[in-house]
């Protein structure tokens, strides 16, 4: 049983305590894997926290990749402006990881892939902090660390294309059950290139039923702002996420379980512990 910490202390200060808990394995150069989301994306991070957690952390570098979807941020080009419009660069240089090139990373056990096109860049790193907005998202039902990284390190061409479509079909053809155990598979792909040496913390706010990804056009949240989770293990953070949230007065919890269980988000967690991603029992610690 590993340990899940946990704080309603949404703010810089908050999201430290948590990481101080957590940080013991990373070491060297580090990429914190964020969102940086679409230009004036109501429900991002906020600046200052994400700032907190980069200026604490020696040698840290935030790092992206492009997106597969319709959007600025499917060139570097147009994401360096949107990075720009959302202030990310006011204090750090983003790393876009597929920027140049990619590299495939192995995957142990998996049915669907053997390996995962990333950002070529993501070699260059000796740990990863992976900080996440926990939200609903359009095909994932949930997008926690799990999403995080599965889509957020494959590469916008490649990568996210093998999660995304069959081949020679639509461009979001893979869909429910599948698409989960696509996005279990890429995130092994990150999680066995660093351990031990990854962490992930999910913070519980504007839980909009739609992703950073949808910008100015994401539904406004239902559900209160709950706090901030950390453990080593993504899935007991997943899955304390998913927890917490199931915890919420219906009215609250409507929209998100809709969008959750509509997409089969859930199996994100059995699947995730069927391929050894992590485990599902946790231990909750409540940090002042």
């Not at 706010?205 to 950073?212: T, Y």
């Not at 998100?256 to 946790?282: C, N, V, W």
Request: proline fraction near 5%; glycine fraction near 8%; charged fraction near 25%.
């Amino acid at each position: 049983m590993v340990k899940v910490y946990f704080t309603k202390d949404i703010s810089p200060e908050g999201l430290l305590k948590l990481y101080n808990k957590v940080n013991k394995d990373i070491q060297g150069k580090v990429a914190i894997k964020f969102h940086t989301g679409e230009p004036h994306g109501p429900n991002i991070l906020p600046k200052a926290m994400v700032k907190a957690l980069y200026d604490a952390v020696p040698d840290s570098h935030l790092v992206e990749t492009n997106v597969y979807y319709d959007s600025p941020r499917q060139t570097t080009q147009g994401h360096r402006k949107v990075l720009h419009i959302n202030g990310w660069d006011s204090f750090a240089t983003v790393d876009i990881m597929d920027e140049e090139r990619t590299v495939m990373l192995p995957i142990k056990g998996g049915k669907h892939f053997k390996e995962m096109s990333m950002g070529s860049h993501i070699t260059n790193y000796d740990s990863m902090i992976v900080l996440t907005h926990f939200k609903g998202h359009t095909m994932g039902g949930f997008g926690g660390s799990i999403k995080n990284i599965a889509i957020g390190c494959a590469d916008g061409k490649i990568g996210k294309k093998m999660i995304h479509t069959y081949p020679g079909q639509d461009q979001w053809s893979v869909s429910k059950g599948p698409f989960m155990e696509h996005m279990v598979e890429s995130a092994k792909a990150t999680v066995d290139y660093f351990a031990p040496h990854i962490t992930f913390i999910n913070v519980l706010r504007r839980m909009s039923v739609d992703c950073d990804c949808a910008g100015v056009a994401a539904a406004e949240p239902t559900a209160r702002d709950i706090g901030i989770l950390a453990s080593t293990d993504i899935l007991a953070v997943d899955q304390a996420s998913i927890d917490m949230v199931y915890q919420l007065p219906p009215e609250e919890l409507h929209d998100l379980k809709e969008r959750i269980e509509s997409r089969e988000g859930l199996h994100q967690l059995d699947y995730g512990e069927e391929m050894g991603l992590g485990t599902r029992k946790y231990e909750l610690i409540e940090i002042e």
